[in-house]
C-alpha cells in the first residue's frame, strides 16, 4: 500500500506559477509510475501528466504541453508538477495518483493509488 498527499495548491493570478508536491509513503516509491489529474467542478477527471519508474519518460496532455512540468525525486518520495503561465481554466482540483504496473497510463481506472486532492485556482 502506499499513501498519497498533494499540497502547494493556492490562489494564483493567471499567467502566475504554482508548483504541486505529491509525497508518497512506501519503500518501494521508486517502483511506482506516476500521474496528476484534475477535476474541475461539473467536470470528469481528466488527465494532466505522466512520468514513469525513470524520469526520462514524461508525457503530458496537449492543454499543459509547454506549461507544466512533471518530475520526481525518489529519494524524497515525492513527485512534483510545476505549473507556469496559468490560465483560469486550469482551475481544477488536483490529484496525484500511483500505480505499480509499466508503461504509459493516462486514464484513471489504471491507477491504484490517489490522494485527496488539493485546488488550484487562477483569476483572470
Known amino acids: 500500500q502506499v499513501q498519497l498527499v498533494e499540497s502547494g495548491g493556492g490562489l494564483v493570478q493567471a499567467g502566475g506559477s504554482l508548483r504541486l508536491s505529491c509525497a508518497a509513503s512506501g519503500r518501494t516509491f521508486s517502483s511506482y509510475t506516476m500521474g496528476w489529474f484534475r477535476q474541475a467542478p461539473g467536470k470528469e477527471r481528466e488527465f494532466v501528466a505522466f512520468i514513469g519508474w525513470n524520469t526520462d519518460y514524461t508525457y503530458y496532455a496537449d492543454s499543459v504541453k509547454g506549461r507544466f512540468s512533471i518530475s520526481r525525486d525518489n529519494a524524497k518520495n515525492t513527485v512534483y508538477l510545476q505549473m507556469n503561465s496559468l490560465k483560469p481554466e486550469d482551475t481544477a482540483v488536483y490529484y496525484c495518483?500511483?500505480?505499480?504496473?509499466?508503461?504509459?497510463?493516462?486514464?484513471?481506472?489504471?491507477?491504484?493509488?490517489w490522494g485527496q486532492g488539493t485546488q488550484v485556482t487562477v483569476s483572470s
Open positions: 495518483a500511483a500505480r505499480t504496473t509499466y508503461g504509459l497510463a493516462y486514464k484513471s481506472r489504471d491507477y491504484d493509488y
